[in-house]
T-cell receptor, first 116, second 114 residues
């Protein structure tokens, strides 16, 4: 398994501001992902965080709104920029140790964001 | 493209009763299927996964799921519900060029009554 921590665990922000969420893993992993879970809904993949290169974004998500960094194999950040109330969600980081299709994806505890 | 449909957003059972949470998938490539559980204010925890080995998969906490290709289903069961099973359960699929990118169902909230 993998031990994943996220900071902050929750935050309340004003519209128009930005928040950076950190994801730290206890050991090196190949794959890191960011998901969004809107209130009462399921999880949606935002992007794959690539170490040393630009993140790969899913349809409907753009780098200007959700810039992602991954400076090494244990750490990644997701920034939610120019926030609006529609960005109120739980943001989860997940990891896979290798890129094998049978590998398990482990999830962090999530960051609960409320935008006023 | 892949998709997952979980039938029933809410399921309620009595303690000791059978738990059955339904999941149907759609995939143009051989799927890999997962069940995750999310307890209140926590992240997701893997219950079990199907990766093309045995079609009957046993997971943690007494849960199991059976992959049925003919029915495109991967239903989650537990013979006897416990109060601690109350949580939200998510079915997810990946496969082919989308591997690593999990597509989740809408989730099923399980309530267990004493």
């Amino acid at each position: 398994s993998a031990v994943i921590s996220q900071k902050p665990s929750r935050d309340i922000c004003q519209r128009g501001t930005s928040l950076t969420i950190q994801c730290q893993v206890d050991s090196q992993v190949t794959m890191m992902f960011w998901y969004r879970q809107q209130p009462g809904q399921s999880l949606t993949l935002i992007a794959t965080a690539n170490q040393g290169s630009e993140a790969t974004y899913e349809s409907g998500f753009v780098i200007d709104k959700f810039p992602i960094s991954r400076p090494n194999l244990t750490f990644s950040t997701l920034t939610v920029s120019n926030m609006s109330p529609e960005d109120s969600s739980i943001y989860l980081c997940s990891v896979e140790r290798d890129s094998s299709i049978t590998d398990t994806q482990y999830f962090g505890p999530g960051t609960r964001l409320t935008v006023l | 493209a892949q998709s997952v449909t979980q039938l029933g957003s809410h399921v309620s059972v009595s303690e000791g009763a059978l738990v059955l949470l339904r999941c149907n998938y759609s995939s143009s490539v051989p799927p890999y299927l997962f069940w995750y559980v999310q307890y209140p204010n926590q992240g997701l925890q893997l219950l079990l996964k199907y990766t093309s080995a045995a079609t009957l998969v046993k997971g943690i906490n007494g849960f199991e799921a059976e992959f049925k290709k003919s029915e495109t289903s991967f239903h989650l069961t537990k013979p006897s519900a416990h109060m601690s099973d109350a949580a939200e359960y998510f079915c997810a699929v990946t496969g082919g060029t989308s591997y690593g990118k999990l597509t989740f169902g809408q989730g099923t909230i399980l309530t267990v009554h004493p």
